[in-house]
């Protein structure tokens, strides 16, 4: 959870060398190192407070002390707030006004995003690189977008304008920061995981894999092609393959693996006509390294629990669950399902009951 807290403090603020200076109220307020003043109320001119007081700046000194009573006791503090109704607005040929308010919500997932250190990140990855452009400004406004306002690439650069910090980038530069994280993906995966294991404590004892499908609003397939410099067989993303909707699209398929908390650890992006099952061991290959050779329980769907899985998993000191239709398991098995017998642990295969 993340809290941001404000020491405000009032006092007197004046010109010490005029001969009739101005007193206000000024706020001061503290945000960690950071300090802001700002006047908030007027408590008059030198000259005319002294048609009520002797003593104009002992009774300025006297309203700032009541000020400060008052938001400590009450905790509100007044704001005067002066608009000109007179005041104009600019011609334009706009066909609808815009909105001037701007969206500061973001704040709270800046103060996140600060602490994974991606700034240190992207610096890393791109120093070498004669780079005109800031990624990393341009990583964390599209990533402020996709969580607050989905939409396209293209969409979330329409709407820049909406965030307080107005950031200053083009289109094609998002397109060569999704090229720069394309090419430091596993970097940039264990990066988030180690940064993210300072904010909240990651349980990686069991890992949930599972692969989900995306469908495309288009007729064709992308084709398979040879590179002309490498020689390298790309095969297309988007290809027809088995869809939960029934869509007559092609689709792309993605592979994600969870902690037992439920917080993505690792991900990947396959052809749409390539079994899931293919999918599950390069992955948690993958995962293993990021993890540093920690052992985990491969948790997953019967969908995900072939043999070549359930193998892998089964040695390393590795270990899996997976789910299996009890009507198709053998007698002897749905006897040991049913009748509680020949459970053992693994450490030491001692005899175990599932009903104490």
Do not use: W
Not at 105 to 123: A, S, T, V
Not at 156 to 175: A, D, M, R, T, W
Not at 222 to 241: A, N, P, Q
Not at 340 to 356: A, E, N
């Amino acid at each position: 959870m993340f809290k941001m807290s404000y020491n405000i403090n009032m006092k007197l603020n004046y010109d010490r060398k005029s001969k009739n200076p101005t007193y206000f109220t000024q706020m001061g307020m503290r945000n960690g190192k950071k300090t802001t003043t700002k006047n908030v109320a007027r408590i008059g001119k030198h000259s005319e407070l002294l048609k009520i007081t002797d003593d104009p700046l002992a009774y300025a000194k006297e309203q700032v002390k009541i000020y400060n009573e008052k938001h400590k006791k009450n905790k509100i503090l007044p704001l005067d707030l002066k608009i000109d109704f007179n005041e104009k607005i600019k011609a334009t040929d706009d066909i609808v006004s815009l909105s001037t308010d701007k969206n500061i919500g973001y704040f709270f997932l800046q103060y996140i995003y600060n602490k994974l250190e991606l700034k240190d990140f992207f610096k890393k990855i791109s120093d070498e690189k004669k780079i005109e452009f800031d990624p990393n400004l341009v990583n964390r406004f599209i990533t402020f977008s996709r969580i607050l306002d989905p939409d396209s690439k293209l969409g979330s650069f329409q709407k820049l304008g909406n965030f307080y910090e107005q950031p200053s980038f083009e289109y094609v530069h998002i397109l060569r920061t999704m090229d720069l994280l394309k090419s430091h993906y596993d970097e940039y995966i264990s990066h988030l995981y180690e940064k993210s294991s300072n904010l909240v404590k990651r349980n990686t004892s069991i890992c949930y894999y599972d692969c989900t499908n995306y469908y495309f609003e288009t007729e064709c397939e992308d084709e398979d092609y040879v590179d002309d410099v490498t020689g390298e067989y790309i095969k297309g993303l988007r290809k027809y393959g088995p869809c939960k909707e029934h869509r007559p699209n092609p689709i792309a398929e993605m592979g994600l693996f969870m902690d037992a908390d439920g917080i993505p650890l690792s991900m990947c992006i396959t052809s749409g006509s390539d079994n899931e099952q293919t999918t599950a061991i390069p992955l948690e290959k993958k995962l293993t390294r990021m993890l540093k050779g920690k052992k985990f329980i491969y948790c997953a769907d019967a969908g995900l629990g072939s043999f070549n899985i359930r193998n892998f998993n089964s040695m390393g000191g590795r270990a899996f669950i997976v789910t299996q239709s009890i009507k198709k398991l053998s007698a002897k098995l749905q006897d040991a399902v049913f009748n509680d017998c020949d459970y053992k642990l693994l450490s030491d295969d001692k005899p175990v009951s599932l009903l104490i």
